[in-house]
């Protein structure tokens, strides 16, 4: 009997300690991937790292853990991006506005008024030309995993309202780090000056800039309300965003595994463009209780016409076939 029992306990403890082997081998085997962004985790990119998160962690049953840095923890977008192509940062959710300075192909998505509406806009970005976009991230050490959404740009100030183009004028505009944006703001006559979005909130308080342009989505994220006073619906850039990942982590993954990050990615897209739906309809208003002026009705046409240059000098450095392809898209 006493045999018998040193025999059951010796059997058990085995049992255990290779169960227990085997769980310390599953921790220790979990690849923590870091996802970072500029804006807070209330926003709609934090909606799209949450939706990231649950994803990647249901679907590969815990082998990936998800890390959240948003508020530019991890840095500005440009230097997050050079951080994904060194390996330092895992996955990116990031405007479109400092891309353009690692691959130029996009620049034509920023373009002011190149779209006319969500529909359109979504429709591009998620059909053929989207992709090609996406592939050429490839060719920059960086690695394309869906395009996300900012909103269509409008112009916030502290100085006075804007209904005209004549009304931005020796204005200084905070623009992101990218020079199409920064030659239409030139062309309505404004100083544009660019800036990371961890330092805007400051240079907006202490008067470094008069104001900023970004989507309703951020405008209320940053809680910008609380340094300006003047809001124009100008609708003058329709800003994407895009998931990023670095090819230090994602080129080794097998099959299986960059499926998951795929879906885990796509999740992030509708998880973001829901919540910027939302607060396209809800975020106006709640800006105007909390004391800001809305300029809407807004004329697009004497804008259009100032920043036609624009056009004229990115057709001359890049030519037109893509843009020619996003206007004549069936979308």
């Known amino acids: 009997m006493t045999t018998h029992f040193t025999q059951r306990t010796l059997v058990t403890a085995i049992s255990t300690a290779i169960a227990l082997t085997g769980l310390a081998f599953q921790a220790q085997a979990a690849t923590e ?19 990231f998160k649950e994803t990647l962690e249901r679907l590969s049953d815990g082998e990936f853990t998800v890390s ?26 990031t405007s479109t506005g400092p891309l353009g300075n690692f691959v130029p192909e996009t620049y034509v998505l920023d373009l002011p008024f190149l779209f006319t509406s969500y529909e359109q806009a979504r429709c591009v970005l998620d059909g053929e030309i989207g992709q090609e976009l996406l592939d050429k991230m490839g060719e920059h050490d960086l690695v394309g995993l869906s395009w996300s959404e900012n909103g269509f740009r409008h112009i916030t100030n502290s100085q006075r309202a804007i209904a005209a183009p004549e009304d931005v004028s020796g204005l200084k505009i905070r623009t992101m780090e990218n020079r199409i944006h920064q030659q239409a703001f030139e062309g309505l006559g404004a100083s544009p000056t660019p800036m990371a979005m961890p ?14 342009e970004n989507p309703i989505a951020v405008i209320v994220a940053a809680n910008l309300y609380e340094v300006q006073d003047q809001l124009s619906l100008t609708g003058h850039v329709y ?11 994602l080129d080794g993954l097998s099959d299986e595994e960059r499926e998951w990050f ?4 796509q999740a992030a897209t509708d998880a ?8 396209e309809e809800e975020g106006v208003a709640f800006l105007q209780e909390h004391g800001m002026t809305v300029t809407d009705n807004i004329d697009p046409a004497p ?29």
């Open 33 to 51: 991937v870091s996802v970072g962004y500029a804006i807070s985790s209330n926003s709609h990119y934090g909606a799209g790292s949450r939706a």
């Open 68 to 93: 959240d840095h948003p508020s530019g923890s991890l840095g500005g977008e440009r230097a997050m991006i050079e951080g994904l192509q060194i390996g330092t940062v895992d996955v990116v959710i």
């Open 199 to 212: 330092e805007l909130f400051t240079a907006l308080q202490q008067g470094t800039v008069d104001g900023q």
């Open 239 to 249: 800003s994407p965003a895009i998931l990023l990942g670095s090819p230090v982590l």
């Open 262 to 265: 795929d879906e885990a990615a």
């Open 272 to 279: 973001t463009r829901a919540e910027v739906s939302r607060l």
């Open 303 to 331: 804008f259009q016409e100032a920043v036609e240059d624009v056009y004229a000098r990115f057709i001359e450095q890049y030519g037109d076939e893509m843009l020619e392809r996003i206007r004549n898209s069936s979308c």
